[in-house]
């Protein structure tokens, strides 16, 4: 990871997830388990729109993608066919004082970090899971947590070829869980044992891999930037020569510049042949495709643009993450993209007082119909505001005793704190294309009129 720094601290993202419920330490009962996390109320939403917003994306937008949803056990000639049971390793050293245990590759010199004690010669540490099928534990039983969702997908190269007719390229998504057990985790969510990734294998005839892999990195590069991440935080970096995994003839990776410095948000891989070939091989099935041009039987090069769910969670939050004067104090606001936003709009009655509560539930039950709605009648609106602001939720309705005069109520925007004066029956409409990035030009309050 390099020396540049983003503008916010990875703490106060920690503590904003912590206070709101985004993400909790895994077990935290029980004092935590190490790497791995929970998401809360607000952090299960915006996980779910994340993954939203990539499934209509990659899957619903094109019509060259299908969906595969594969589990997580698999058989273990999957691990041999793909090198993660030779390869899929890091090489480990210990501490022979604290018996603390370092990644060899990334300790800068060659003492401990922790006591400053002397290591061990490196040993290659596998990082896949290793469980028992069935009653007895032993050899012959062991399988694997999957570390990638991709081989999932590979395995299913032949099915899906023959019960969708699909032709080259098409491509195969799937989002799920993967898990690995890193010898060093931490920066919160963005090193894990237990994560989500969302990948792609995008099947294409040998000689066209070039071109789809600058395909594949525009796109990707591009939902980002559409989802709001700004361009500056984004860069691609290809893989050298030496780095590149066993697997891939060529590899990029988009860094985004999270708090810790620049690293990885999504690897975009062009992988040949390599697994269709090894699992052709260890299975003995004919993985081959029918180019009926051609008239050959060719083995389709995959390009592969890998992303984490976890990753991108910490990059879309670090990056909307905002604080600005606000009289004595500081409003702190998360400027998420509405389609990402975990609550789209909060209902906040004025006052508690029967006759606004009954329009304001009406207005709340509604609007749930159509979008994660929220309601809040404590403490000043001011507090209700500033409270729904740092949870990014872009639109707050609020009901005063005009609007029982009138049958209107405001809608304040959460970057610009516009307000405007809407009619009750046109609300859902009007939160709709506000949501959807219709403007949100001034407007006195009482103009509307
Ligand atoms: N199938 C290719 C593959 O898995 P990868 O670069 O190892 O490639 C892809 O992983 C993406 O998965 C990464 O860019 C990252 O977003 C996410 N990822 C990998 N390891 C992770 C971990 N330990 N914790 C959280 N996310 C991880």
Not at 173 to 180: C, L, P
Not at 313 to 332: G, N
């Amino acid at each position: 990871m390099s020396q540049a720094r983003a503008k916010v601290d990875m703490e106060k993202i920690v503590s904003l997830c912590r206070r709101r419920g985004f993400i909790f330490p895994s077990s935290e009962i029980y004092g935590g388990l190490s790497s791995c996390w929970d998401y809360g109320p607000l952090g299960v939403e915006l996980k779910r729109n994340i993954k939203q917003a990539w499934w209509q994306t990659v899957v619903q937008e094109h019509d060259d993608m299908v969906g595969l949803d594969t589990s997580i056990l698999m058989h273990p000639e999957v691990w041999k066919a793909s090198g993660h049971l030779e390869g899929f390793s890091d090489p480990l050293v210990e501490c022979k004082s604290c018996h603390l245990r370092w990644r060899a590759d990334e300790l800068e010199g060659d003492k401990c970090l922790s006591c400053g004690g002397e290591l061990t010669e490196p040993r290659q540490f596998n990082l896949m899971f290793k469980t028992f099928m069935g009653p007895v534990e032993e050899e012959a039983n062991t399988v694997y947590l999957r570390p990638e969702t991709a081989q999932g997908m590979f395995v299913n190269f032949a099915n899906v070829l023959d019960t969708t007719r699909k032709r080259l390229p098409f491509g195969i998504a799937q989002i799920g869980k993967s898990f690995r057990n890193e010898i060093t985790t931490g920066n919160f969510i963005f090193r894990s044992r237990e994560f989500e990734q969302m990948e792609i294998e995008f099947f294409v005839k040998p000689g066209t891999d070039k071109e789809w892999l600058d395909y594949w990195l525009e796109e990707r590069l591009n939902w980002y930037v559409k989802l709001g991440i700004k361009k500056e935080n984004l860069r691609l970096r290809q893989h050298t020569e030496g780095e590149l995994a066993h697997y891939a003839r060529d590899c990029y990776d988009i860094d985004y510049l999270f708090p810790m410095g620049w690293a990885e948000l999504e690897g975009i891989a062009n992988r040949g042949d390599f697994d269709l070939v090894q699992h052709s091989r260890f299975s003995g099935k004919n993985l081959t495709y029918f180019d009926e041009e051609t008239k050959e039987h060719i083995i389709p090069y995959i390009i592969e643009p890998s992303a984490g769910v976890d990753r991108a969670a910490l990059a879309f939050l670090c990056d909307a993450y905002d604080e600005e004067p606000d009289k004595d104090e500081i409003r702190v606001l998360l400027h998420l993209h509405p389609q990402l936003a975990p609550v789209k709009v909060a209902v906040l009655p004025l006052s508690r007082r029967e006759k606004l509560v009954r329009v304001a539930k009406e207005i709340y039950s509604d609007l749930r119909q159509c979008f994660m709605a929220y309601y809040d009648d404590a403490q000043s609106i001011g507090r209700r505001y500033r409270r729904q602001d740092e949870i990014g939720t872009p639109l707050c309705i609020t009901i005063d005793f005009q609007s029982l005069e009138d049958n209107e109520v405001t809608i304040r925007e959460r970057d610009t704190m516009n307000q405007i004066r809407v009619p009750i029956t046109e609300l859902r409409a009007t939160v709709a294309a506000k949501l959807g990035g219709e403007s949100f030009a001034t407007q006195s309050l009482w103009s509307a009129k």
